[in-house]
């Protein structure tokens, strides 16, 4: 079974032996993201612009991978402060209104960088049928 993956070009993916996201056959797994881009927060201090930040990341690879969106069955979302679940609730269902995966929310005590207010991780599946 082929194996294709995406990478970011993070400094930590060759460290710690990670790539963004990869797919074996008819699926897509996505790697925790978060919102960091060349070593700087994006959103500082903002959930919501967090939130966004990361979809659109994952999209990208997914769009590298040959799937998009719609192929997304499910999400997992770390988050540092769980009282702020609808600013982030909210810009997940901008990205996810109409496809409604399955989706967890669940606080953490700390992600790598204490800026970081969320990480969030995909699956997809590609309906070979389909493409």
């Not at 070009?9 to 978060?34: L, Q």
């Not at 590298?64 to 402060?81: I, P, S």
């Not at 600013?87 to 800026?115: C, N, T, W, Y």
Request: proline share 4%.
């Amino acid at each position: 079974m082929s194996r294709q993956q995406v990478f970011t070009g993070s400094p930590w993916e060759p460290v710690v032996g990670y790539c963004r996201a990869i797919r074996v056959g008819n699926v897509i797994e996505v790697a925790g993201t978060t919102a960091m881009q060349d070593g700087e927060v994006i959103g500082l201090g903002d959930p919501y612009a967090q939130t966004k930040f990361i979809l659109e990341t994952i999209e990208k690879a997914l769009n590298e991978l040959g799937a998009d969106l719609t192929h997304v069955v499910r999400t997992r979302m770390f988050v540092t402060d769980i009282s702020r679940w609808e600013e982030i609730g909210k810009a997940h269902g901008e990205f996810f209104k109409e496809i409604q995966p399955v989706a967890s929310m669940l606080e953490v005590k700390a992600l790598i960088d204490p800026r970081l207010l969320i990480e969030i991780e995909a699956e997809a599946i590609i309906d070979t049928e389909q493409g």
